[in-house]
């Protein structure tokens, strides 16, 4: 299911779960946009969703808004022949209708807390200022690495290559890992965005130089070979600062729900 028919399907759970509320708001032709079986679609849930679509970077056009009508009017539709039917009082709906309410009210209050403490541009720009002075200093290491399953074909590949094989060759053939498109090339990384296992060996690594031995992480063996170092060049602020908002932006999120819980009552029951 896509965000967007996520995001549709649960305003129509609270416009469900609200209708009372609905109804009070505006019973003229003049606020809504349809009747369905005498029951009015207000302008407000069209208007909403509308909303949450542009958010996530929908268009707001003629084509769109009626392709949005449509689709309100045939849940509607549908939503009040289940009524009928009775299946608005099964329990499944009526559990998954509490679901969407909660995940609803928690997604609202996230957003009514995010928008009285907006990320602003000093913010953005003091954690770019921050990152760079802690990375001035540090160095990139281009990295390459074949993994595979077992400790001994590790060992066998590793000889291959000592005997004179290409690494990149038998990156393509014998690697596991997604890298092995590329020849088991990772690229450029700071030494803090590779697992401690790899890096502590590297960092004593000379250019173009393969580790003594496969290094077991979880249930795979790597193979690594260092290419090259380069001090680490920051990227312009321009290039970094919608990344650093994000973070930022998440980082606030992560807070506020650790707060809020950290003042909840909450029992866990046993069974």
Known sequence: MTCTKQKLSIILAMAAIFQPAVHAQDKSPAGNFA???????PNVL???FLKNSANQGAKDNPEVRNAVRTELIVRAALGQEATKL??????????????LKQNLLAETLIEEHTSKNPITDAAVRSDFDRQVALLKDAKEFKIRQIVLAEEANAKAVLADIRKGESFEKLAKEKSLDASKSEGGDLGWLLAEQINPLISNVIVNLSKNSIAVAPIKIQ???????????????????????????????????????NKVLSTAKVELIEK
Request: proline residues 5%; neutral net charge; glycine residues 2%.
């Open 35 to 41: 009747l369905v079986n005498s029951v009015p679609l």
């Open 219 to 257: 249930n795979a063996w790597h193979i690594i070979k260092l290419e090259d170092t380069r001090n680490f060049s920051p990227p312009k602020f321009e290039d970094a600062k919608n990344q650093i908002r994000q973070a930022l932006l998440s980082k606030q999120r992560n807070e506020f729900i």
């Open 86 to 99: 009775g299946l608005d009082k099964q329990d499944k709906t009526l559990n998954q209708l509490e679901f």
């Open 46 to 48: 069209l208007e909403q």
